[in-house]
């Protein structure tokens, strides 16, 4: 599975758009690109998933560029309880052998600010 | 649903007992996880379940370790002996396979402190 780079922390104000970034320069055309996070003391949880379009779900939106080296996960209004370490994961996306892994980096500690 | 339950929440156990986590997946789901957390190694995939077979278990530390999925709704972690850089929090979690399945739903997980 390719390799992802992210900031280790970043603030964003209560409120405000949290726009938290992800390089994945090695990705390959059937790697998908996945954000999950983990709120203190919680387990991990799914937030988002993509291949080259953007997405959007309830909780946030996903950009992928046309290049797809590099992925935003977007927060649109940020609140106190989406303070959390969030996780950018590549991985092939098919079914059996290995592939169900999921690899956890160190991530990006968003905290926001009221 | 109750999503992913684990107990105990909490163990302390002193060096050199027997240890056993135990996990209950979301109903319906054919996966099954097990990761521990460190703040020294972050989260580590130690072993994965697919229809209660053990799929990949090259995360398991060392033969300490040990797991088991008897039946679709429980599986267990056992450390035996136990020792000290075992404490960390274990996770179990579950998610349904076929097509790209990667979301996996996580437990509250089991803090374990080995004194």
């Known amino acids: 599975d390719a390799k992802t780079t992210q900031p280790p922390s970043m603030d964003c104000a209560e409120g405000r758009a949290a726009n938290l970034p992800c390089n994945h320069s090695?990705?390959?055309?059937?790697?998908?690109v996945y954000w999950y996070r983990q709120i203190h003391s919680q387990g991990p949880q799914y937030i988002i998933h993509?291949?080259?379009n953007n997405e959007t779900n309830e909780m946030a939106s996903l950009i992928i560029t046309e290049d797809r080296k590099s992925s935003t996960l977007i927060l649109p209004h940020a609140t106190l309880r989406d303070t959390a370490v969030y996780y950018c994961?590549?991985?092939?996306?098919?079914?059996?052998?290995?592939?169900?892994?999921?690899?956890f980096g160190k991530g990006t500690l968003l905290t926001v600010n009221p | 649903d109750a999503g992913v339950i684990q107990s105990p929440r909490h163990e302390v156990t002193e060096m050199g007992q027997e240890v056993t986590l135990r996990c209950k997946p979301i109903?319906?789901?054919?996966?099954l996880f097990w990761y521990r957390q460190t703040m020294m190694r972050g989260l580590e995939l130690l072993i994965y379940?697919?229809?209660?077979?053990?799929?990949?278990d090259s995360g398991m530390p060392e033969d300490r370790f040990s797991a088991k999925m008897p039946n679709a709704s429980f599986s267990t972690l056992k450390i035996q002996p136990s020792e000290p850089r075992d404490s960390a929090v274990y996770f179990c979690?579950?998610?349904?396979?076929?097509?790209?399945?990667?979301?996996?739903?996580f437990g509250p997980g089991t803090r374990l402190t080995v004194l």
């Open positions: 090695t990705i390959s055309g059937n790697e998908y």
């Open positions: 993509g291949l080259k």
């Open positions: 994961i590549v991985r092939v996306a098919n079914s059996g052998g290995s592939n169900y892994k999921l690899t």
């Open positions: 109903s319906g789901h054919d996966y």
């Open positions: 379940f697919n229809n209660n077979v053990p799929i990949d």
């Open positions: 979690a579950s998610s349904s396979g076929g097509g790209r399945g990667v979301k996996q739903f």
